[in-house]
Structure formats: C-alpha cells, structure tokens
Nanobody
C-alpha cells in the first residue's frame, strides 16, 4: 500500500520557520519525483517545490525561491521542506505527492501527482 505521510505543519508568526516532512512507503522511492504543493481556501492547488530522486533536480515556485529548501533522504524514504522567512501568503494546506517518470520542473509546474498525502496545515500569522 502506497503511503505518503506529511508532518511538521503548524501555526507560526511571519518571519518564522517550519520544516515539513513527507515519509513515503509502498513504492520504489528512487524512481519517483517527490513534491510539495499547497492549497489556500478558494484557490487552486499550486506547486511549491519538487525534487527528482533519480537525478536530484529541483523545482521551486518563484514565490518561495530563496526561502524554502527541499531535500531528500533516500535512506529514510523521506523528503523535507525547510521553510524560512514565512509570510502570511504561505498559509495553506500543504500536500506531499509522488510522481513516476517525470522531472521536478514538470511535476511542480503542472501539479502532477500519482500519489498524494492527506496534507498538513501551515498557518502564518501577521
């Protein structure tokens, strides 16, 4: 059974930091790109950051470049998203997804996901 379990969300003041984790199981981790997506109330889901476990390439949305960093621990089948200098507009439900045979760029830009987690809430207060 495929599982993607997100953790690390919470309430933080603007300027603060959070680290999200996505623990994956049930598929061959090295063959997938793993990404983080977010959805705010009334808005479409958007790609935040993705990483390809096959070639290490990454994708970042323009709005998070320089503030967020994605990393992958293949030994633990876990992807992390370090979020610094958080802004109120970063608020949303953050989902982890896994996509086979795609680039990080395509996954993030086109919001691709073969498997999805349940999401973890991130709320940034002003």
């Amino acid at each position: 059974e495929v599982q993607l379990v997100e953790s690390g969300g919470g309430l933080v003041q603007a300027g603060g930091s959070l680290r999200l984790s996505c623990a994956a199981s049930g598929f061959t981790f090295d063959e997938y790109a793993i990404g983080w997506f977010r959805q705010a109330p009334g808005k479409e889901r958007e790609g935040v950051s993705c990483i390809s476990n096959s070639d290490g390439s990454t994708y970042y949305a323009d709005s998070v470049k320089g503030r967020f960093t994605i990393s992958s621990d293949n030994a633990k089948n876990t992807v992390y998203l370090q979020m610094n200098s958080l802004k109120p507009e970063d608020t949303g439900l953050y989902y982890c997804a896994a996509t086979w045979d795609t680039t990080a760029q395509a996954m993030g830009a086109r919001v691709l996901g073969d498997y999805w987690g349940q999401g973890t809430q991130v709320t940034v207060s002003s």
